[in-house]
């Protein structure tokens, strides 16, 4: 480090508003156990997997990486991170879970890390992929080993190798792709960043900084306040927001979820893109009109939460089941400027 340059501690420390637990500094700052290089994949559970198939691979040209049964895995990008679809059965259509890829990745290793942290074995009795909240599963998918873990919500994230692209080998890491039989319209590069809804802040975030190393990227907040933060996954510009699911005094709390997901492109004009959708049969939602299917809208994200001055247009689409897909600049890093792309250092 330079000479008169502060380390991020003492930054933190000359910051009378910070609002970061020691705790969640302690987590932030040690070595993570199965440290987080990026979202590996997200799982699309829809109400028909060919209708699904057919609005992606139209829309983003999307090459078929893998396929499991009736479930199908969609490349993003250059791969191995994907897009899948399986089916939502007799559920109600939903981003079902993510994948993380994690660092030197070990199956028996990510056991034993998650056990130290809270975390037991589901019995072969409990439902889901995980088992339930605090609970983890490990499956052999022929040679391949996969871990579901359930966080304090119930969630599922999938722990993988950070090649792994749902194909075979000891790591899942050898597909061989179909091309789509559709060159696409638009062309999305990477995995960007995801917004979950949890019940309690504070100890989701402990969780995830102290097995996964998330870190704070920065804030959709105004300048120089300390609330709204999101969380950095890996060195790049992804991250995750956890958001507190509201509801009225009196009401059932509602169930915790994945309530989006964003995918980066090059050359984002929301203008451009608008264009494109509504030419794909996505209708721009009205004014006062309601979300739902087969529509998109843009957000402008003002500088009381941490957008640009003029505002930081946030592009959204609504798939055929009603799941929520934002696209974004491959710079985009949930900051201020035009395309979002400024986080500066915290």
């Not at 969380?231 to 958001?243: A, P, R, S, T």
């Amino acid at each position: 480090m330079k000479n008169h340059t502060l380390s991020r501690r003492q930054v933190l420390l000359a910051l009378p508003a910070l609002v970061i637990a020691p705790k969640a500094w302690t987590q932030a700052t040690a070595k993570a156990p199965l440290a987080a290089k990026s979202f590996n994949h997200f799982m699309l559970s829809v109400s028909d997997v060919q209708r699904s198939l057919q609005f992606y691979q139209g829309l983003l040209g999307m090459p078929v990486q893998a396929r499991h049964g009736s479930t199908v895995l969609l490349r993003v990008g250059s791969g191995p991170q994907y897009i899948g679809l399986t089916p939502a059965g007799d559920n109600p259509p939903s981003i079902s879970h993510c994948g993380l890829a994690i660092e030197d990745f070990d199956a028996a290793r990510a056991m034993q890390a998650l056990a130290a942290n809270g975390v037991t074995k589901a019995a072969d009795s409990d439902p889901g992929l995980a088992g339930g909240p605090m609970k983890v599963r490990q499956t052999m998918r022929g040679n391949t080993p996969e871990i579901f873990l359930g966080d304090p919500d119930g969630l599922v994230v999938q722990l993988q190798d950070a090649s792994y692209c749902g194909g075979t080998g000891a790591k899942g890491a050898v597909c061989k792709a179909e091309p789509s039989p559709k060159k696409g319209l638009l062309a999305v590069k990477d995995m960007n960043h995801a917004t979950i809804q949890i019940s309690d802040s504070q100890k989701t975030v402990d969780f995830y900084q102290a097995l996964f190393g998330i870190k704070v990227q920065g804030y959709q907040a105004p300048a120089g306040s300390s609330t709204a933060p999101f969380y950095g996954i890996g060195e790049g510009n992804q991250f995750v927001m956890f958001l507190g699911a509201p509801r009225r005094e009196g009401a059932p709390a509602r169930p915790a979820r994945i309530d989006h997901l964003c995918m980066s492109m090059d050359g984002f004009n929301p203008e451009a893109v608008t264009k494109t959708l509504n030419s794909y049969g996505l209708k721009s939602q009205g004014q006062g009109e309601p979300r739902g299917p087969m529509m998109t809208y843009t957000t402008l994200r003002m500088p009381n939460r941490g957008g640009a001055e003029a505002g930081t247009p946030e592009l959204y689409f609504i798939d055929p089941d009603g799941l929520s897909i934002q696209l974004q600049d491959t710079t985009y890093c949930g900051g201020s400027g035009f395309l979002g792309e400024t986080c500066p250092a915290i």
